[in-house]
């Protein structure tokens, strides 16, 4: 009896460091797994499908600023919400006092760059793929699919506001996006 426990006990004191180690592993395998899913689950958030632009009306200019025949540009401070995410951000707008003071967004609708006014062509000019827009936001030429996008404007007590949007780039239909 005594020989076989003598024989028995080295195969018995091998398996310790092994069982040992498969105690310590255990519970950082299931930290770790526990850990990817919520990683994982605020990435979702961070990277969210759906924004939602808020429905304010922000102050663009007072009316007896916004004269002559020439896009004027000006900045407002829009809300937009992506996810659990409020973002406040200055975006930039142009008026067109020779169209009624409508107000346009400068945001590209080929691939979201800034397009700016040149006056000396008369032409709003994106400096990313070379689209140009006539001074009433239409599209001249470029591989943007649609003109500039306008934007719900009123007039309060004598202010130009507008509700600023977001929009789908690079597609012939104006799409909102936020
Ligand atoms: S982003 Fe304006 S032309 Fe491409």
Redesign the pocket.
Known sequence: MLGRNVMAQPSHSNNKPARRAFLVLLPIGVLGGACGNVIAAALRFLRPEHSTASEKWLEVAPLSELKGDKPISRKVVAEQTQGWARVVAEQHVYVLPAKNNQVLSAV?P????EVAWTPDTGVFA?P????SFAADGSQIN???RRGLDPLPSRVENGMLQVQYHFFVNNTEERIRRG
């Open positions: 590209c080929h691939e979201g760059c994106c990313c793929h070379d689209s470029g591989p943007a």
